[in-house]
């Protein structure tokens, strides 16, 4: 069950103009339930004139040992008007302590042997930058793609740590890096990834039928593109893991047919082992009702993005509104996303233990 503690901040460090790298120390009888693997996030929120602002920012650093994390990291980019971002780039100093979520997320690898491949955007490299070092740390037998876009070299979030990986692992670990606004001495020329660069750039790189797993992160648009490319290059969609950063508020949902919800309903929820039955108020999510009863319920985003809210559908039917967290096969096995359902029968009953 996600729980927030209250972690002080050890370091504050500048990657870039518009974003900052927060380690966190874990106290010891913190270590086993910050325990992450490779690729999860973390939710950090704070009060602001008495409104709660959560946020999620993917963990940095490789996944822990046996004694679990001494430390976590995360990177952090200022968002136009964000009400965390500017505050974590412009007020947190090192000793502050932040409340942060137990960790979260199924973007993730378990070191195997094989070739992986990622195609990532802006922050997008930070989940990556963790499975990349726990891959190639603990697997000697693995090798990795890296294919990461940003704007301008000075924009690139974590050019240091990645650098260090390529010099550390120069036979296992390819980089290839894509400058939007920017021109490069050498490598590829400047432009955005889409779907038909990507098209003809990843056969080039690689062999893409071998790829064991591709791993997509970054703005909708771009995780959109190179998903369609490798689809269209044959690649099952089992391979594909997806974590999107940032969607569009009015990013509009193809496909979504629209039923009416019954004139009263019911959420049954379980939640740490308990559960509880409440009516569902008109127009809002099964997750604001759970909210209302029980404010332990886990969320950071509610915008159908970071899958912190899934839960399993036990019975009745819901509408989802968006949903650019859970893979196709969670939403076949009967998992949803709280923050984006809707009852479309009279009684659901959702299950946030499994």
Known sequence: MARFHALPVAAVDRLTDDSVALTLTVPP?????????????????????????????????????????????????LVEGGAFSTYALKEINVGDELEIMTPAGRFTLDPAPGLYAAVVGGSGITPVLSIVSTLLAREPEARFCLIRSDRTAASTMFLEEVADLKDRYPGRLQLVTVLSREEQQAGLPSGRLDQERLTGLLPAL?????????FLCGPYGLVQQAERTLRGL????????????????????????????????????????????????????????????????PYACKGGVCGTCRAFL?????????????????????YVLACQSHPVTEKVELDFDR
Do not use: K
């Open 29 to 77: 009888e913190l270590r086993e339930e910050y325990r992450h693997a490779a690729g999860q996030h973390l939710a950090l929120r704070r009060v602001v004139d008495g409104v709660e602002i959560r946020r999620t920012y993917s963990i940095c650093s490789p996944a822990p040992d046996t004694d679990g994390p001494r430390t976590l990291r995360v990177g952090v980019r």
């Open 206 to 214: 690689l062999p893409v039928d071998r790829v064991a797993g591709w």
């Open 234 to 297: 044959d690649v099952p969609r089992a391979r594909i893991h997806e974590e999107i950063f940032h969607v569009d508020s009015a990013q509009p949902v193809t496909g979504t047919i629209i039923t009416p919800a019954p004139a009263h309903s019911t959420v049954t929820a379980r939640l740490d082992g308990r559960g509880g039955t409440w009516p569902v108020q008109d127009g809002e999510s099964l997750l604001d009702t759970v909210l209302r009863n029980r404010p332990d319920a």
């Open 314 to 334: 036990v019975t009745g039917e819901v509408r989802m509104d968006r949903n650019f967290a859970l893979e196709r096969e969670e939403t076949e096995a009967g």
